[in-house]
T-cell receptor
């Protein structure tokens, strides 16, 4: 148990729809990162939020967007869903953004299937 | 960030020691070497991190030679529950965006 919770655990959407995934970070952590993991691949960095501001972004299009709230929980929004967006979406919680090199605490993920 | 290369898969038996080697030829001065473990349909879990020489914790040891161009994760006396994917990452100091490869799938048999 990492203390990082994600919801929903599974969901099915159709092409063109929009989805919102949620993450509650571990108590005391002010940094949330989102990763996409396609089947059989390693996780790919989407973006990171530190104290409610985006703090780095991977190679993902603008239809992937996020938010971080004052309590440091976070949302990942994906618009205009495509079939290739089907993946496990992982949230990782940590402390102090780039100031800290160490352990990221991952949630169990949200499994998105796009039909 | 330095690219990492590790075996796609490894097989072992319960009770054996498993060593997974990762190469990272282009590692930079302020890069750290980090290993994560992932079970199916779960998020990765931090195992160990090191900069040079040897690091040991309650679950694993990490050996890093002086040139730091490779590292070896050592799992002592593996059990069936150690069957998982193991990722070697080079993590830039002060840059917390992890770059995962495809990892090493370890299968532990009875």
């Amino acid at each position: 148990e990492t203390g990082v919770t994600q919801s929903p655990t599974h969901l099915i959407k159709t092409r063109g729809q929009q989805v919102t995934l949620r993450c509650s970070s571990q108590s005391g952590h002010n940094t949330v990162s989102w990763y996409q993991q396609a089947l059989g691949q390693g996780p790919q960095f989407i973006f990171q939020y530190y104290r409610e501001e985006e703090n780095g972004r991977g190679n993902f299009p603008p239809r992937f967007s996020g938010l971080q709230f004052p309590n440091y929980s976070s949302e990942l929004n994906v618009n205009a869903l495509e079939l290739d967006d089907s993946a496990l979406y992982l949230c990782a919680s940590s402390l102090d953004g780039d100031a800290n090199t160490g352990e990221l605490f991952f949630g169990e993920g949200s499994r998105l299937t796009v039909l | 960030l330095a690219k990492t290369t590790q075996p796609i898969s490894m097989d072992s038996y319960e009770g054996q020691e498993v060593n997974i080697t990762c190469s990272h030829n282009n590692i930079a001065t302020n890069d750290y070497i980090t290993w994560y473990q992932q079970f199916p349909s779960q998020g990765p879990r931090f195992i160990i991190q090191g900069y040079k020489t040897k690091v040991t914790n309650e679950v694993a040891s990490l050996f890093i030679p002086a040139d730091r161009k490779s590292s070896t994760l050592s799992l002592p006396r593996v059990s069936l529950s150690d069957t998982a994917v193991y990722y070697c990452l080079v993590e830039r100091g002060g840059f917390q965006k992890l770059v995962f490869g495809t990892g090493t799938r370890l299968l532990v048999s009875p």
